[in-house]
Structure formats: structure tokens, C-alpha cells
């Protein structure tokens, strides 16, 4: 089992940066493909951005490009969100998730090829 724990959500103006925390515990081995997850009122939860933990490796969506960046700290066991220049249509609840994929494959997962999800956090981008 790997427990997910996310930290850092909150309310700030537009223009302002956030930065989320995923913290992961229990048995992490092998699962190398993080996600970072969002929902807004009223929509489907969609991909944020993914890091393949082995190499470093990033994905992100076109609307958090050059924004959002994703980054982790293998020692902690933990994956950041860094959130700048944030609009009112980043307003959400965060999640992230954890999967197992190979190659390339691990940064591309859908929502439904995570194992584990954290409880959420919520973000709120005042205009």
C-alpha cells in the first residue's frame, strides 16, 4: 500500500504561485510514474502534469506550460507542484496520484492507471 499525503493548497490573488506537496509513504518501490491531478467545480478531473521518478522526466498539459513546474525529492519521497502565474481557471482541488508504467508510457498514464490518490487539496485563484 502507498499512502499519499498532499500539503500546500490555498487561497491566493491571480499573478501569485502556490507550491503543493505530495508526500508518499508506505510501499513506494516501483512505483515511478507521479501525477498531479485537478478538479474544478463542476468538471472532470484531468491531468496536470507527471514525473517519471526514475529520471526526472516531466509532462505537462498546454495551459500550465511554462507555469506549473513539477519536481520531487527522492530522499523525502515526495513530489512538488510549483504553481506561478496563476489564474482564476487553475481555481480547483489538487490530487496526486501514483502508477508503475515503463519507458515513456509512465508520463502519459490516464487517471485511471493510478494505483493511489491522495485526499486532495484545494486551490483558489481569486481575480
Known amino acids: 500500500q502507498v499512502q499519499l499525503v498532499e500539503s500546500g493548497g490555498g487561497s491566493v490573488r491571480a499573478g501569485g504561485s502556490l507550491r503543493l506537496a505530495c508526500a508518499a509513504s508506505g510501499y513506494t518501490y516501483g512505483r515511478n510514474c507521479m501525477g498531479w491531478f485537478r478538479q474544478a467545480p463542476g468538471k472532470e478531473r ?3 502534469a507527471s514525473i517519471r ?5 516531466t509532462y505537462y498539459i498546454d495551459s500550465v506550460k511554462g507555469r506549473f513546474t513539477v519536481s ?5 519521497n515526495t513530489v512538488y507542484l510549483q504553481m506561478n502565474s496563476l489564474k482564476a481557471e487553475d481555481t480547483a482541488i489538487y490530487y496526486c496520484a501514483a502508477g508503475s508504467a515503463r519507458g515513456s508510457r509512465c508520463l502519459v498514464l490516464n487517471q485511471d492507471e493510478y494505483s493511489y490518490w491522495g485526499q486532495g487539496t484545494q486551490v483558489t485563484v481569486s481575480s
Do not use: H, L
Open 72 to 76: 520531487q525529492d527522492n530522499a523525502k
Open 53 to 57: 521518478t526514475t529520471d526526472g522526466s
Open 46 to 48: 484531468g491531468k496536470v
